[in-house]
């Protein structure tokens, strides 16, 4: 399928998930669709974020070994935004559980904002003007997966319920 918000968005669509479209514009500069996954056990909304950001790599096409003419490529970003903030006496214990969960994930992985003290799960592809259905799938798929494997140790850190050494020991326990 192409790659632009209008064919994932009817690609989508027709997978049953309603999404929206948002235009890029003077104050966004690059596409984004805003895919809805309902909401978690508390009522707090979940989205899923997808950016279309043109790059052109003309410049570059002898280095990465490219066809002539392949100068467009699209860098696609997957942002889910975890539905909590991080207490500020926890921000510390968070980075770190993050920084051990993405080393098992190479990439893609949790994602730290100290500024708002969001988390948010990111997966970023570089793809040609196509891509396979069944890739968008995946992606949103493992998103899904490890967002909810991981989110609720993430929150009761980032909340104080939970150290970060509790969460360890009890992932610890599990194994067997």
Known sequence: ?????HAIQAFLESQKMSCVSIPKSQEL?????????G?????RDL?????????ELSSTQELFS????????????????????IKDEYVGEVARLILLLNHSFGLPGFELSEIDHAIYFRNVLLVGE????????????????NVDAFSSSIEAV?????SLTDVINAAQAETP
């Not at 399928?1 to 918000?5: A, D, E, L, S």
């Not at 500069?29 to 996954?37: E, G």
């Not at 909401?39 to 009522?43: L, N, R, S, T």
């Not at 989205?47 to 790059?55: A, D, P, T």
Request: glycine content about 8%; charged content about 20%; proline content about 4%.
């Open 1 to 5: 399928m192409k790659v632009n918000v």
């Open 29 to 37: 500069p690059f596409d984004q669709i805003l895919l809805p996954l």
């Open 39 to 43: 909401v978690d056990e508390q009522g």
């Open 47 to 55: 989205v899923l974020g997808i950016k279309f950001i043109e790059e």
């Open 66 to 85: 490219l066809e002539k003419g392949m100068s467009k490529f699209f860098n696609i970003q997957f942002n889910y935004l975890l539905p909590f903030t």
């Open 130 to 145: 196509e891509i396979e259905e069944m890739m968008v799938m995946m992606v949103i798929g493992n998103i899904l997966a």
């Open 158 to 162: 980032a909340t104080g319920k939970m």
